[in-house]
């Protein structure tokens, strides 16, 4: 069997396809490998992509937020943005001069949700 042999399986219908190149068999205990599954699952990968990431892409392999905590994220960002867009209106129409306390009310909110995020970060780094 020649080099060209070995990239080729022979398909179902006769055709002959190109393998991806060569695989790598990992055994798991139990534990290991539910909690590949889930984290694959979270992350709407599979497990060798997920591994792979990990390995050759250096990404994150544990779950910084929750899908509810990143969901509760989004919202405050949008509910904040909508805050300061309602201020812009005002001022840019002339009638929103006073807008200090709304500004400082708004640091605040993304201050708090900062505290928050940098809180998940630390818990999923520990």
């Known amino acids: 069997m020649n080099d060209e042999d070995s990239q080729k399986e022979e398909a179902t219908d006769g055709q002959a396809k190109r393998s991806k190149g060569p695989r790598a068999n990992v055994r798991f205990s139990e ?3 539910r909690r590949l599954l889930k984290d694959a ?3 709407g990968l599979t497990i060798p992509q997920l591994l792979k990431d990990a390995y050759f892409d250096g990404k994150p392999t544990a779950i910084l937020m929750t899908q509810e905590d990143q969901q509760r ?3 405050e960002l949008m509910h904040q943005g909508h805050n300061l867009n ?3 209106r005002r001022v840019n129409a002339g009638i929103g001069t ?3 306390r709304e500004l ?3 640091r605040r909110h993304l201050t708090a949700l900062g ?3 940098t809180g998940r970060l630390a818990t ?3």
């Open 41 to 43: 699952e979270a992350r």
């Open 104 to 106: 400082a009310e708004i």
């Open 98 to 100: 006073a807008v200090e």
């Open 73 to 75: 994220v989004i919202r």
């Open 124 to 126: 999923a780094r520990a």
């Open 115 to 117: 505290t928050f995020i």
């Open 86 to 88: 309602q201020i812009a």
């Open 31 to 33: 534990p290991e490998y």
